[in-house]
C-alpha cells in the first residue's frame, strides 16, 4: 500500500465516509452535478483546525517554518510551550495531544517508547536530502524515523569576561567558590552528568547509585555558590543582563542574546567537553493533522529556516546547506566541522537508562 | 385536632412537607455534587497514584498496589525534611503578615476615622493587579541593578561592582514577597474581629481604671483571637503549599516543598511520589484547620 493511501485511510474515518456518502448522493440527487460532488469530497477530507505544537520558548517564531505558512496561509499553528523534555512527556500523560512535539536527541527512545508519537512518512519530507545523515540516524529507533533532526548545538559554559577571571576552562568554573552568588546551573538533571565529566566518571550517562551519590555530593556540596536554578532561559537571560549573574550553563542563544545587550561575554567549551545535541522534531501518534504536520517539519528543514536559525539563534540547523552569514558564527559553530558534534570534539546528548534515579539525586540537589 | 381541621388542609400540609423534603436535597445537590467531582474523585485519583493502583502509561509492565513510595517518604527522606523547612519558612511569614498587619487593622477598625473604608480599600488595592505582576514586580525593586541597590549607590553606602546580590533569589526574597503578597489577606479577618468589637468593653476597662495598654492586652486583644487566628490560618495553608514565588525569585535557598510536588510531576515524571508528597500536605492542612477549629473557635469571627 502506498503511502498516499496510508494518510488517506487515516484521514477516512467510517463516520466521514458516510457523510461523503450523503453529500454525493444528496448532490447527486439535487443538482446532479460531479463537481459539487467533488467539492464536498474535497471539503471534507481536508485536515482541519491549527496544527498544535508543542515546543520550546522562542520557536513559534514565524520564520522558522516560512514555506508552511506559506502552502497554508493564515492557519499559523498554536504553540504550546515545554520547558523539558520530561515537562512534555508529563503534558502528554495528563492528556495534551499536540500534532508536533520536540524532544532532543537523548530522549528519541524515551518518547518513542512512551506510545505518544508515531515514525515520520520520510517521504513527504522532500528536504530530508539536505539534513545531516548522522543526524537523520540519530533520530531514527528500531529502524523508524521518529525524529526529524533540526537545531543543533552544545551545553557549555558563558561567563563576562570583565568580571570572571578562569583559572581553567572547565566544568569547574561552574561551582567556583570565588564567585559564589554570580553562578547558574541549569535545573535540570544533566548537571549530573556534567558532575560526572567533573569528577572523572567513566561513563557519566549512565551512573551507577555509588557514582551518582559522588555526583550528588559534589553539587549539593557547591550547591551554596549557586545563585539560580534557571529552568527558563529568559529568566536566566534577564538575570545575567541584570548583572546578578556572571557565570552560566548556557546555549548559544544566550551568548549572542548577551553579547546583543553590550556584555563582554565569551562561551566556551570546557575541557571536559561540552554536551551537544540535536532538537528532534516528533509527530503526535494519532494526529489528524498529518499532512500538515509533514508540510511543517518540511519547512523547519529548509535552507531557508536553517540559515534564519543560524543567523538569529547562533544554533547549528541539520541542512547541511544552512550557513550562518557571520563567520565568526560559522567558526563558532563549527559549521565545517563534520564531527563537531562527536565524541571526542563534544559528548552528545543520549539516553539514560536509570533516569527517574538522576531526576531523583538531582532533586534532593535542591532541596538539600 | 385533626377533626376540627377543614378537609383539604391536610394533604396541603403534606404536600408543602414533601416539597421541603425536596428542597434540602435540591439546595445540597449542586455543592454536594460539586465536592465530589472536584474533590473527593481527583483526590481518590491522586490516592491511587501514590499506591501505584494507578500509573503513567510511559511505565508499561506489572504494577503491584504498594505502600513503598509512603514508606519512603516517611522514612526520613529529604521530601519530609523539605516539609519542615517549608512549615518553618510558612509560620515565619504568618506570624510576620499577623505582626504588621495587626496594626493596620487596629487603626481602621478602632480610630474612628470616617475613612476607614476608603483606606482598606487602598489596603487591598495590589489585589487588582495579577499575581504574577507583583512578584515579578520585586525582582525590578531587589536585583542587582533594582532600587534598592540604586540607592545604596546613590547613597554611597555600596559601589555599583559590589550590590547587595543576598536580596533577589533566596529564602529572604521567597519570605518578604510572601509577607507582601498575603498581608491583605491578614488584615481582613483581623479588621472584621476589631470592627464589631463592643465599644462599650473599652469604656468599662477605662472606667475601671485600666490604662489603654491594659485595656488592649486585658480586652480588645483577646476579643480578636479569633480573627487573629483566622489570620494566620489564610497566609499559613497556601504559603505552606507555595511554588510560583520560590521559582521566581527563589534562587538556591528558597527551594520549598511546593516545588518539590511540581518537580515530581513536571520533571522527574515520579507521580507515586508526588501523590505522596500531595495527599500528606493535604492531611496536614486538614488536621491544623480542624485542630485551630475546634480550640479556638474560629467561627466567632463570622459572628462578630
Known amino acids: ?368 | 385536632m385533626a377533626a376540627d381541621e377543614p378537609a383539604g388542609v391536610a394533604p396541603q400540609i403534606r404536600a408543602r412537607r414533601a416539597r421541603l423534603d425536596l428542597t434540602t436535597p435540591g439546595l445540597l445537590g449542586l455543592p454536594l455534587g460539586w465536592l465530589v467531582v472536584f474533590f473527593l474523585i481527583p483526590i481518590s485519583i491522586v490516592g491511587a497514584y501514590s499506591v501505584d493502583a494507578l500509573y503513567l502509561s510511559i511505565y508499561p509492565g506489572a504494577h503491584p498496589v504498594t505502600l513503598d513510595a509512603w514508606r519512603d517518604f516517611l522514612g526520613g527522606s529529604e521530601d519530609l525534611r523539605l516539609f519542615w523547612k517549608s512549615v518553618k519558612m510558612s509560620l515565619i511569614v504568618s506570624g510576620l503578615c499577623v505582626l504588621l498587619a495587626y496594626p493596620v487593622a487596629y487603626y481602621l477598625a478602632l480610630s474612628g476615622t470616617k475613612r476607614k473604608y476608603v483606606l482598606l480599600l487602598v489596603l487591598i488595592a495590589p489585589f487588582l493587579t495579577s499575581y504574577l505582576l507583583r512578584v515579578l514586580a520585586w525582582k525590578v525593586i531587589l536585583g542587582s541593578q533594582g532600587v534598592v541597590n540604586s540607592f545604596l549607590f546613590w547613597t554611597g553606602l555600596r559601589s555599583p561592582d559590589d550590590p547587595v546580590s543576598q536580596l533577589l533569589y533566596s529564602r529572604f526574597a521567597v519570605m518578604l514577597v510572601l509577607a507582601y503578597v498575603w498581608i491583605p489577606f491578614v488584615a481582613l479577618p483581623i479588621f472584621v474581629s476589631l470592627d464589631s468589637l463592643d465599644r462599650r468593653l473599652l469604656e468599662a476597662a477605662s472606667d475601671l481604671g485600666a490604662s489603654r495598654w491594659q485595656a488592649f492586652w486585658r480586652v480588645t486583644l483577646p476579643l480578636s483571637i479569633p480573627g487573629v487566628v483566622a489570620a494566620f490560618l489564610f497566609v499559613f495553608i497556601p504559603t505552606v503549599g507555595e511554588f510560583v514565588t520560590p521559582s521566581l525569585v527563589g534562587g538556591n535557598s528558597g527551594y520549598m516543598y511546593g516545588n518539590d510536588i511540581a518537580d515530581l510531576f513536571n520533571m522527574s515524571l515520579d507521580w507515586e511520589t508526588g501523590s505522596v508528597l500531595a495527599l500528606f500536605l493535604l492531611g496536614v492542612v486538614a488536621v491544623l484547620t480542624a485542630v485551630f477549629a475546634r480550640f479556638l473557635q474560629v467561627r466567632q469571627v463570622a459572628a462578630g
Open chain 1, 1 to 368: 500500500m502506498s503511502d498516499g493511501q496510508d494518510l488517506m485511510e487515516r484521514r477516512l474515518s467510517r463516520e466521514d465516509l458516510l457523510k461523503l456518502a450523503a453529500v454525493a448522493g444528496g448532490a447527486g440527487l439535487l443538482a446532479g452535478r460531479a463537481s459539487t460532488a467533488g467539492a464536498a469530497v474535497d471539503r471534507l477530507t481536508a485536515e482541519s483546525g491549527r496544527l498544535q505544537v508543542l515546543d520550546w520558548v522562542g520557536y513559534e517564531v514565524p520564520q522558522l517554518y516560512g514555506p508552511y505558512l506559506k502552502k497554508y496561509p493564515g492557519e499559523k499553528p498554536q504553540f504550546t510551550f515545554m520547558t523539558s523534555e520530561s515537562n512534555a512527556l508529563a503534558k502528554m500523560s495528563a492528556g495534551l495531544e499536540p500534532d508536533i512535539v520536540r524532544p532532543y536527541v537523548g530522549y528519541v527512545r524515551d518518547f518513542a517508547e512512551s506510545g505518544f508519537v508515531q515514525p515520520w512518512n520520510p517521504k513527504l519530507i522532500s528536504n530530508l536530502k539536505d539534513l545531516n545523515p548522522f543526524m537523520v540516524k540519530a533520530g531514527q529507533y528500531k529502524g523508524k524515523q521518529y525524529g526529524i533532526p533540526q537545531d543543533w548545538g552544545f551545553d557549555a559554559i558563558l561567563y563576562r569576561t570583565d568580571k570572571v577571571k578562569p583559572k581553567a576552562i572547565s566544568w569547574s568554573l561552574l561551582l567556583d567558590e570565588r564567585y559564589a552568588g554570580k553562578i547558574a546551573w541549569w535545573d535540570d538533571l544533566y548537571m549530573l552528568v556534567v558532575a560526572g565529566y567533573y569528577l572523572g566518571i567513566k561513563n557519566p550517562w549512565q551512573q551507577t547509585s555509588a557514582e551518582l551519590k559522588r555526583s550528588q555530593k559534589l553539587l549539593t556540596s557547591r550547591k551554596h555558590v549557586v545563585k539560580l536554578f534557571w529552568s527558563s532561559e529568559t529568566d536566566m537571560q534577564n538575570a545575567f543582563a541584570a548583572g546578578d549573574l556572571w557565570i552560566a550553563y548556557a546555549w548559544p542563544a544566550d551568548w549572542v542574546a548577551m553579547k546583543n545587550k553590550g556584555l563582554k561575554v565569551r562561551y566556551v567549551h570546557p575541557k571536559e567537553g561540552a554536551i551537544s545535541w540535536i532538537g528532534m522534531l516528533m509527530q503526535g501518534k494519532d494526529t489528524p493533522r498529518p499532512e500538515h504536520a509533514h508540510a511543517f517539519v518540511d519547512a523547519w528543514s529548509s535552507k531557508q529556516s536553517g540559515t534564519w536559525l543560524e543567523n538569529n539563534y547562533a544554533y547549528g540547523h541539520a541542512n547541511t546547506l544552512a550557513r550562518p552569514t557571520s563567520k565568526d558564527l560559522l567558526r563558532a559553530l563549527q559549521l565545517t566541522n563534520p564531527n563537531a558534534l562527536k565524541e571526542p570534539n563534544a559528548h552528545i546528548d543520549r539516553y539514560i537508562p536509570n533516569r527517574q534515579e538522576y531526576a531523583k539525586r538531582w532533586r534532593e540537589v535542591k532541596a538539600s
